[in-house]
C-alpha cells in the first residue's frame, strides 16, 4: 500500500457563518506552518492565543492548539486553528496555509491516517462517519460502540477461538512426534462456538441496516382517503395542504421524523385513481405508485366513513409485496365495530386516536430484534466478511464431523481469519480503502 504523508490541510467545520471554525493541520510539518503565519511562538501541550498575520496584515484573532505525534487523532503532528466563524476568513486562513507548504487534504484522509498510523482500526474509521451521520440516538449509540471498538473487540474474541485451535492443529502437524494430534471433539466445540457468535452477530445486520439508513414509509389511498391529514399528524406539523377538493396533493411530499429511534422518511402521495382528467394529476399517481414500490413500509389508507371499497382493494394490491399496514381513516365518524380485516388499525387525524398505536406498527413492522440489544453497529461491508467466515467455519465444522484430514480442516479456519481480519483492517486492499474514505467530507 502506496502512501505518502505529506502535510494536508482542511476546513474541519462547516463552512457557514457562525461562532467559530476550525482549520486543520495535519503532517510533519504541521507546527512550523502554523508558527509561521501565526504571531507568536506557539507552545507546545497550551493554548495559544494570538494574531494569523499574513504580510504584516492581522486576518484575524485565534486559538492554536498543537498536537505532537503520536498524541494526536491522526497520530502525527496537528495544528488546529480556531478561527471566527466567517466564511471568508476561514477561507482566507485556509489559502494561506496552503501557500506556506500545505496542501488540501482529500477526503476522509484525516481519518485515513489514523487507520495507517495505528490509531484506530478500519471499524473504528468507519464508525467516525457513522457517528458524523447519525440520524437518531439508538444510532449514534450504537456507533459510539463500534467507535470505542466494541465491534473490534468482539471480533477479536471469535478470532481468538480460531486462533486457538488452528494453532494445535499447525503444530500437531508440523511437530507430529513432539504434539500429539487434536481431537475432532475439540475442534468441533470450538467451530461451534464461533459459528455461534457469529450468527449472533448477524442476527442483528437487518436491525443495523435500518439504524445506520434509516427507513422509508409511503402514505398511499385513494383521492380524500386522509392521506395528507395522516401525514400532518404523525409529524405533529401542518406540513401538507388539506381540502375536501379530490386531487389536493398533486405530487409527492417528503419529511422526516423519529419512531422509537428509527429514522423515517415520510412520503405523502397523491391520491390514485383510474381515471383522471388532469394531466398533472397522471404524473402525480405515476410518483404516487413509484413511491409505494420503493418504500420500506406502505400505509394503506382507506375513508372509514365511506368504507372499503373495490377501488381501495385494487390500490392496496400495489402493495402486496411490501410489509403494509391498512388503516381506516375518520374513526371519529365511523362504526368502529365495522373492521375491513383484524389487524387493521383505526386512526383518527383529527382526534389524534389511533396514531400512536400506528407508530408502534411501523416500528414492529421492520424491527424483528430490540436494537437495544446490541452495543455496536455493524455495516454491509463487516456483514459480509462476517458471512464470508462463516461459510469456511461451516466447511471447517462438516470437515471435522466426517473426520477429513487437519490439515485440509485448517486451510477453511485460515480463511475465516481473514475474512475477519478484514473487519479490523488487518486484511485491506487499496481499492476497499479508497472506497470506504471516499464517503467521509473532506475535513475528517
Known amino acids: 500500500m502506496n502512501y505518502t504523508f505529506d502535510t494536508i490541510c482542511a476546513i474541519a467545520t462547516p463552512l457557514s457563518t457562525g461562532g467559530i471554525g476550525v482549520i486543520r493541520i495535519s503532517g510533519e510539518d504541521a507546527i512550523e506552518i502554523a508558527a509561521k503565519i501565526f504571531n507568536k511562538k506557539i507552545v507546545p501541550k497550551a493554548i495559544n492565543h494570538g494574531w494569523i498575520v499574513y504580510k504584516g496584515e492581522k486576518i484575524d484573532e485565534v486559538i492554536i492548539l498543537p498536537f505532537l505525534a503520536p498524541n494526536s487523532y491522526t497520530g502525527e503532528n496537528v495544528a488546529e486553528i480556531q478561527t471566527h466563524g466567517s466564511p471568508v476568513v476561514i477561507n482566507q486562513i485556509l489559502n494561506i496555509i496552503l501557500e506556506n507548504g500545505a496542501r488540501l487534504a482529500q477526503k476522509g484522509e484525516f481519518t485515513k491516517r489514523a487507520f495507517l498510523n495505528h490509531k484506530i482500526d478500519l471499524s473504528q474509521a468507519e464508525a467516525v462517519l457513522d457517528l458524523i451521520n447519525s440520524k ?9 460502540g463500534s467507535l470505542s471498538g466494541l465491534l473490534r ?24 512426534d513432539d504434539v500429539a494430534e487434536v481431537g475432532y471433539d475439540e475442534i468441533i466445540k470450538n467451530i461451534e462456538d464461533a459459528i455461534y457468535e457469529i450468527k449472533e452477530i448477524l442476527k442483528n445486520a437487518k436491525m443495523h ?12 389511498g385513494r383521492p380524500n382517503a386522509g392521506k395528507s391529514s395522516l401525514f400532518n399528524a404523525l409529524l405533529n406539523l401542518e406540513r401538507a395542504i388539506v381540502t375536501e377538493i379530490e386531487g389536493t396533493t398533486r405530487d409527492t411530499i417528503t419529511e422526516s421524523l423519529e419512531i422509537n429511534g428509527i429514522s423515517v422518511t415520510l412520503i405523502d402521495t397523491a391520491g390514485i385513481r383510474d381515471k383522471s382528467p388532469d394531466k398533472v394529476e397522471k404524473i402525480g399517481i405515476e410518483q404516487s405508485k413509484n413511491a409505494i414500490e420503493q418504500a420500506d413500509v406502505v400505509l394503506c389508507l382507506y375513508d372509514g366513513s365511506c368504507g372499503f371499497s373495490e377501488a381501495d382493494k385494487k390500490i392496496f394490491e400495489l402493495a402486496n409485496n411490501k410489509k403494509h399496514i391498512v388503516v381506516r381513516t375518520k374513526s371519529d365518524l365511523c362504526d368502529k365495530s365495522n373492521k375491513t380485516t383484524e389487524d387493521e388499525i383505526s386512526i383518527s387525524s383529527k382526534t389524534k386516536e ?24 455493524t455495516n454491509q461491508r463487516h456483514q459480509y466478511c462476517f458471512r464470508a467466515a462463516l461459510e469456511a467455519l461451516e466447511n471447517a465444522l462438516q470437515g471435522a464431523k466426517d473426520g477429513e484430514l487437519q490439515d485440509l480442516i485448517s486451510i477453511d479456519l485460515k480463511a475465516a481469519l481473514t475474512n475477519l481480519g478484514e473487519i479490523s483492517g488487518e486484511v485491506i486492499t487499496d481499492d476497499i480503502l479508497n472506497n470506504i474514505f471516499e464517503n467521509f467530507c473532506i475535513g475528517k
Do not use: C, M, W
Not at 356 to 377: C, H, M, Q, V
Open 354 to 377: 389511533g396514531i400512536d398505536e400506528l407508530k408502534r406498527a411501523i416500528y414492529n413492522e421492520i424491527t424483528e430484534l430490540n436494537p437495544a440489544g446490541s452495543e455496536f453497529l
Open 136 to 144: 437518531t440516538q439508538k444510532s449514534a449509540h450504537g456507533a459510539a
Open 209 to 220: 441496516n435500518i439504524l445506520r439508513q434509516g427507513i422509508k414509509v409511503a402514505v398511499a
Open 153 to 176: 473487540i468482539k471480533t477479536e474474541e471469535i478470532k481468538s477461538k480460531i486462533s486457538d485451535i488452528l494453532g494445535k492443529i499447525i503444530a500437531s502437524l508440523d511437530f507430529p
